[in-house]
């Protein structure tokens, strides 16, 4: 055991590449204090939740008041951390090969709790076979580099049809080394699908509501990080630079950078950075996947899970102003991390507004109306230990609870008609004391002519539009404290259409 002092004024080289790599040392810290932890800059910076402005060529993860790090020979020997636990746990010149021993332990592969994503699949697969009312699949697309169908699933209790109800959406790892996000959607499956009948919440969410999940976004650095290629894999496999060559530590892109809202405004253009946007909107097959599941269903809520931070990132704060339905979002986000708990338990996660970038907040808030969440799991590292695992599980379980509780209302339950026929029409429901020109405006879905739309109790004024129709404009609609208020409107043919 040696013990020395974190030298805060700590010079380091820029790390170009393998040959100048100096750290040969993995280092574990033990009983680090928090103040060290902070002051020093071997925790997170500013930001209670901010693991970028750890130096990842130096700090891998801080669990706890557990510090694991690479050093180079002569820092230890400088004997520069005073008051530390400090132990050299490996020593080698091959920097991946620390992280790797760092982040998935003595074994270097990834312990058996996190699943692969073929795991996934076939616990999936096993789950339907048995339960072929309560859960159904949908491939949504295919991965860019290799290809992989990228699966969605959806449950009710009857999921082999589509239900007029209100949808919600529960997706992991658009960024593949944050794990948990496919370890909660994994555990939410099986909870929903084994505790229908059984469980008296979980039979009247299934039975009042359609849940969708995409346990992996994306699905080929998922499969980096699970194969114990690389645990730093956070993008796409895309081959940037198209020299055949793929699986080069930061190759790819961000694919939590790459949706079409605000797209310019989201990550960087530098391909070698790891929140690279990609060429263009929706460059990536991911992104397109998730478009595809958007365009098809219509969800209330949803929830992307990430690590790390014990943080929610709710739509938005642009150029100073909230987003229009800023007080049910934050509402909603603040009741949701009140009730998961950190994993010191010392407290509940906590919110913070997300900028109006091309990540997948603003874009499924903006262009469709779902209120996404984006929750920050665990803390100090992108993926956790295994002990941590079944905390963190149980934790954020408790947060789909809560958030399920706000697919009730208040709200309005549109409907909307042919006058005529009876037929369900795709129109725009427009409030215009709430929406600006920020959002795109919310439309019924075409198959049942429905909008559930969150709202505060009270007056709205409600304008409900359709090509071809005469447009209807409600002044007062009375938006009940508790529960849904029905809004069924019948519009009439144009007299006016030429
Ligand atoms: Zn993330």
Known sequence: MIRFMIMATCVLAPVLGQETYQRTLLVELRHV????????????????????????????????????????????????LEGLEATVVM???????????????????????????????????????????????????????????????RLSNDATKAQARPAVLFDGCHHSNELMGAEIVLALMEKLVTGYGQDAAVTA????????????????????????????????????????????YPEGVDVNRGYDFNWAMGGTGDPDK????????????????????AATRQFLLSVSYHSQGEV??????????????????????ADVAAHIPTMDATGSYTIAPGGPSSQSYPWLYGRHGTIDLIIETGKGAQFFPPAEVPGIIAANLKGVE???????????????TDAATGMPLVAQVWLPQIENETVDRRTTDAQFGRMWRLLEPGRHQVIVSCKGYSTVALRAVEVGGKGWTPLEVRLK????TP
Not at 239 to 244: E, P
Not at 276 to 291: I, K, L, V
Not at 312 to 331: G, H, M, Q, T
Not at 402 to 416: D, F, Y
């Open 274 to 293: 790891v929140s690279y946007r990609g060429p263009y909107p929706f460059s990536e097959a991911e992104n397109r996947a998730m478009r595809h599941l």
């Open 205 to 248: 969410w299934m039975d009042t509501l359609e849940i969708w999940l995409v346990p992996v976004v994306n699905v080929d650095g998922h499969d980096m990080v699970t194969s114990g290629r690389d645990p730093r894999w956070r993008k796409n496999l895309r081959d940037v630079n198209s020299d055949g060559v793929t699986g080069v």
């Open 312 to 333: 929610i990132f709710y739509p938005w704060v642009w150029n100073d102003l909230p987003a229009p339905d800023d007080s049910v979002i934050k509402r909603i986000a």
């Open 91 to 153: 020593e080698s010149a091959d920097k991946l090969m620390l992280i790797k021993r760092a982040l998935y332990g003595p074994t270097l592969m990834l312990d058996e709790i996190y699943h692969s994503y073929d795991r996934i699949v076939r616990r999936a697969e096993e789950l339907a076979k048995v339960h072929p009312r309560l859960i159904t699949r949908r491939m949504i697309g295919e991965t860019t580099q290799c290809k992989r169908p990228i699966y969605a699933y």
């Open 493 to 496: 043919l144009s007299s006016s």
């Open 33 to 80: 204090p928090a103040a060290m932890r902070e002051a020093h800059g071997v925790a997170a910076g500013s930001g209670t939740y901010s693991f970028g402005s750890y130096d990842p060529e130096r700090i891998l993860s801080v669990v706890g008041d557990t510090v694991l790090m690479l050093a180079t020979p002569a820092e230890l020997g400088k004997a520069t």
């Open 402 to 416: 809560t958030l399920l509780k706000h697919t009730a209302g208040p709200g309005l339950a549109v409907q909307v």
